[in-house]
């Protein structure tokens, strides 16, 4: 029983390119959750999706980044036109219902741009 | 604004002496809150939550206390053991809060065998 699954581990972009994270859900959660983690800081809330539905998106910068998680495959966090303060660690958490029960942090994704 | 914070960045104990990690926070109307083990390079694991009707949970070698007339919460470690060095948060999640968690900066626990 896979946990939650990010990929790729580690991406590096130079400024001004487009960065695509993925993130795979436990098997039969429905709710996705994204955080960011600059270096020795605690994670930030960005954005809480359903299937096909962005719920909460408060924590969404209002330009560059955005988010879906289609009926069939990954989530995706995109972030368009990449600068180095967007380097960052970012991870995905999962849960089978509304709220934290159950709740599910992937490995991150580590994102470096030079 | 709300916030959470710890007081102490980081913590150095005795291989099997207990250890305890404070938390303030000061959104009083908090009203679940976790603490998680986040080791390096993963991402954050649950390790014991608590909720505002509570003022202590006991779990395998770990206890949370809330004090909610301070706004304080400490995760204690009992015989603390080298496979508990990490990173330590607490979160918390309140009534406008939907289902985002709102995360502490993190305490360093470090232990010394």
């Known amino acids: 029983n896979a946990g939650v699954m990010q990929n790729p581990r580690h991406l590096v972009r130079r400024r001004g390119q487009e960065a695509r994270l993925r993130c795979s859900p436990v098997?039969?959660?429905?709710?996705v959750y994204w955080y960011r983690q600059l270096p020795e800081e605690g994670l930030k809330f960005m954005v809480y999706l359903q299937k096909e539905n962005i719920i909460d998106e408060s924590g969404m910068p209002k330009e560059r980044f955005s988010a879906e998680f289609p009926k069939e495959g990954p989530s995706i966090l995109r972030i368009q036109q990449v600068v180095r303060g967007d380097s960052a660690a970012y991870f995905c958490?999962?849960?089978?219902?509304?709220?934290?029960?159950?709740?599910?942090f992937g490995s991150g994704t580590r994102l470096t741009v030079v | 604004g709300e916030s959470v914070g710890l007081h102490l960045p980081t913590l150095s104990v005795q291989e099997g002496d207990n250890s305890i990690i404070n938390c303030a926070y000061s959104?009083?109307?908090?009203?679940?809150f976790i603490w998680y083990k986040q080791e390096s390079g993963k991402g954050p694991q649950f390790i014991i939550d608590i909720r505002s009707n509570m003022d202590k949970r006991q779990g395998q070698r770990v206890t949370v206390l809330l004090n909610k007339t301070v706004k304080h919460l400490s995760l204690q470690i009992a015989a603390t053991q080298p496979g508990d060095s990490a990173v330590y948060f607490c979160a918390e999640i309140g009534e406008t809060s939907g289902s985002r968690l709102t995360f502490g900066e993190g305490t360093q626990l470090t232990v010394n065998p």
């Open positions: 098997k039969g959660h429905s709710h």
């Open positions: 959104n009083s109307a908090s009203d679940y």
């Open positions: 958490a999962s849960s089978p219902l509304w709220g934290v029960k159950g709740y599910t």
